[in-house]
């Protein structure tokens, strides 16, 4: 053989050895380009938990506890403020009225409805006992919400009520004394010369500046003092 036969033969053998070695690599970057298979994760969900499973570790599962939301069952509000009064009562002309505790217009006159006016035969001047609210925002009176007595009366006796001008009069049988204080020589006198008695009219008639309303202070003081269950309204008019 030929010296250069000899060097085209080792020519293609080294050619062939590099082809291999070619195919060899791309054969191995083929293997270590694979992508890698990744184990599904399984999630479980239960009433009020989530757990997240290892695939590596099946047993025990991985638990993530969520806070549960606490829900209000209730609201609070402002509490109603509710008293006991007692005072006269006066109807309007739209029909609805007013019950005042100090017979004129203040701060604690409670409303009622003309519905309760006509359901209970209220009249002018009852002294009605009951419940009533406190006015809330934008309002201006108390609300009577409840009616106990009418004139000391329950409300079944107060609705039977006769009617004034349908009274039998009778004649006073049980006397008012009006002595007090023995430095006070009026109401001494009365007591002896025109005694005066329960259910009894009287009228007092003298020159101006004669005393007319020293007598009746004096005349009303002897009430209060001896008979305290008696309810006492003076009034002086002009």
Not at 66 to 94: F, H
Request: glycine share 8%.
């Amino acid at each position: 053989m030929k010296t250069d036969e000899v060097v085209a033969v080792s020519a293609v053998v080294n050619s062939e050895d590099k082809d291999t070695k070619v195919v060899s690599d791309l054969a191995k970057s083929s293997v270590e380009t694979k992508p890698e298979v990744v184990a599904p994760v399984v999630v479980e969900a239960t009433n009020n938990r989530v757990g997240i499973v290892n695939p590596k570790k099946v047993n025990p599962p991985i638990v993530v506890e969520t806070p549960k939301t606490v829900i209000p069952t209730k609201i609070e509000s402002n509490p109603v403020k509710l008293e006991m009064i007692t005072g006269v009562l006066e109807i309007m002309q739209d029909g609805q009225g007013f019950v005042r505790p100090k017979f004129n217009p203040g701060y604690k006159d409670a409303v009622i409805g003309s519905m309760q006016v006509r359901k209970y035969g209220l009249r002018v001047g009852d002294m009605v006992t009951g419940v009533a609210k406190a006015p809330k925002d934008g309002e201006k009176y108390w609300g009577l919400v409840r009616i106990d007595k009418i004139n000391g009366l329950e409300l079944a006796a107060a609705q039977n009520r006769v009617e004034f001008k349908d009274l039998v009069p009778i004649y006073p049988i049980k006397k008012v004394s009006l002595e007090f204080d023995k430095s006070v020589a009026s109401t001494r006198i009365i007591d002896i010369f025109c005694p005066i008695g329960f259910g009894q009219r009287g009228m007092i008639v003298s020159p101006p500046k004669a005393g007319k309303t020293t007598l009746l202070k004096e005349i009303a003081a002897g009430v209060a003092a001896n008979y305290p269950e008696i309810h006492l309204m003076a009034v002086l008019v002009g």
